[in-house]
Nanobody, 129 residues
Framework: VQLQASGGGLVQAGGSLRLSCAASGRTSSSYVMGWFRQAPGKERDFVAAISWSGGSTYHADSVKGRFTISRDNAKNTVYLQMNSLKPEDTAVYYC???????????????????????WGQGTLVTVSS
């Protein structure tokens, strides 16, 4: 299984970016997909997740109302639309996936790195003030 994240870049505060995560090696539509981020010198933090069916989404409080996770199962791709970006959003963004097909978890589990077995290489988002 390979996850390829893309779409990062340099943007001014208040701007928007859309990150993509393309999965290969299996049908991603059967798996939970998530986005995490890691700023320099900090731990990797949860950003957003989407259930395998796409029926449920989860967003960190710090990004609610600004970021939206979605998936296009026909394209085996998950997106993170990021609006109203702030300098504190600057980080390397990683997409990730669990390994249990068509599995529904309790809500809190989606926020934990331990749920996710497969990780992409990361894409850098830099927000200038």
């Amino acid at each position: 299984v390979q996850l390829q994240a893309s779409g990062g870049g340099l943007v001014q505060a208040g701007g928007s970016l859309r990150l993509s995560c393309a999965a290969s090696g299996r049908t991603s539509s059967s798996y939970v997909m998530g986005w995490f981020r890691q700023a320099p010198g900090k731990e990797r933090d949860f950003v957003a997740a989407i259930s395998w069916s796409g029926g449920s989404t989860y967003h960190a409080d710090s990004v609610k109302g600004r970021f939206t996770i979605s998936r296009d199962n026909a394209k085996n791709t998950v997106y993170l639309q990021m609006n109203s970006l702030k300098p504190e959003d600057t980080a390397v963004y990683y997409c990730a996936s669990d390994s249990r097909p068509k599995t529904t978890y309790t809500g809190a589990m989606y926020y934990a790195t331990s749920l996710y077995e497969y990780w992409g290489q990361g894409t850098l988002v830099t927000v200038s003030s």
